[in-house]
């Protein structure tokens, strides 16, 4: 089995969308489709996840029929240091492809060799290998962070924040509809602070479950381990 690295190049792709993710504005990753643009977005809003690398390696090997040929696994994705004060969680590397469930299917007789190869080099250098589709993919929580990605750079009044902080300190956790009755009195009120909360909860400064659909039920609470003052879109 022959190891070589290759950049990948990005070029039109008959029947999907390619291009390059601007993943936490620290670095440009680039897919061929937009089942691999939506994992990196799940690996973007993913805290544990420290590094992303695009077609990390390609993998020369001996098939069934004795010729030379390759596979290139879609992602290499590494993880911060696990904190000691939590439980210990498994941080090995992830090797990551990418299928739609249906070449998945109709391609498997082809596929599954290469898989093997992958799961094999990944098991050789203590890393893990996984294939995703839209099953693993395109979840109720991949639409949250679609919809909260809307959020993130929203411009606010401290004082509106501050509200929000101050009463979720005082309760510990809430429904974002007890928030919204105990800090407005109008309709025009609520939507305002309603967009403060999506904003608060899109930068992680607020939490919740992100596996179910977010609406006003969606229980809320402080998250302890990021600083609260910014002055980052403030008016």
Not at 136 to 153: A, E
Request: hydrophobic share 35%; net charge positive; proline share 3%.
């Amino acid at each position: 089995m022959k190891i070589s690295m290759k950049k990948r190049k990005i070029g039109y792709t008959y029947g999907s969308v390619s291009g390059h993710f601007a993943f936490r504005k620290q670095k440009s990753i680039a897919f061929e489709s937009t089942l691999e643009r939506d994992m990196i977005t799940l690996l973007e809003f993913n805290d544990s996840v420290s590094n992303v690398i695009e077609q990390p390696v390609t993998i020369e090997y001996i098939n069934h029929n004795n010729r030379v040929v390759t596979y290139t696994p879609d992602f290499l994705v590494h993880f911060n240091e696990p904190n000691a004060s939590l439980i210990k969680l498994d941080r090995k590397p992830l090797l990551i492809e990418v299928k739609p469930r249906d070449k998945l299917i109709s391609d498997w007789d082809k596929l599954k060799a290469k898989f093997k190869i992958g799961i094999k080099y990944a098991k050789d250098n203590d890393m893990i290998f996984k294939i995703y589709d839209e099953s693993r993919i395109r979840t109720p929580y991949l639409k949250n962070i679609l919809f909260l990605k809307r959020y993130q750079k929203l411009t606010y009044k401290i004082e509106d924040t501050d509200m929000i902080l101050s009463l979720l300190n005082s309760v510990g956790s809430s429904s974002i509809e007890y928030i919204l009755e105990y800090l407005t009195t109008n309709k025009d009120q609520k939507g305002l602070l309603l967009s403060v909360i999506w904003y608060l909860i899109a930068n992680k400064k607020i939490l919740c479950k992100l596996d179910k659909a977010l609406n006003t039920q969606t229980n809320i609470w402080i998250n302890d381990n990021i600083e609260m003052s910014s002055n980052s879109g403030q008016e």
